[in-house]
């Protein structure tokens, strides 16, 4: 099998199924992040678009404003796909509303990240 036969073997095996796609939102992902020195293990699952915060059609007065806005909504959207996997998963539960809110927002911002940046990932698999 030549190099070019062999690339476009992997590429086609890297094409979702609807079926893998729609399962994402069932399945519990685990993660750990290392903060000051010790891990966190935390879980998550994706939302389905009737699970994402809703977003208000605001008039916002600067940029300020519409910035701290989008920064609840994105806090919103990660601690509800922490409370999904816990849902699905309580055995492993190690974040929840409660502990959430009186995180350090350091913490909160590499949980965030970490989340997000996976999603990033499985979003450049559609390009």
Known sequence: MSEEEIKQEEK???????DDLTGLTEKVLSEEIEYRG?????????????EEPK?????????AEQNEYYQKIGTERVLKMILK????????????EENWNKLPTTIKYTIANKIIGMEQDTAANFR
């Open 12 to 18: 086609e095996s890297e094409v979702w199924s609807m």
């Open 38 to 50: 010790k891990i966190v293990t935390l879980q998550y699952s994706e939302l389905t678009e009737a």
């Open 55 to 63: 977003m208000n059609k605001l008039k916002f007065k600067n940029e």
């Open 85 to 96: 996997a816990n849902e699905k998963n309580p055995d492993a539960v190690t974040i929840n």
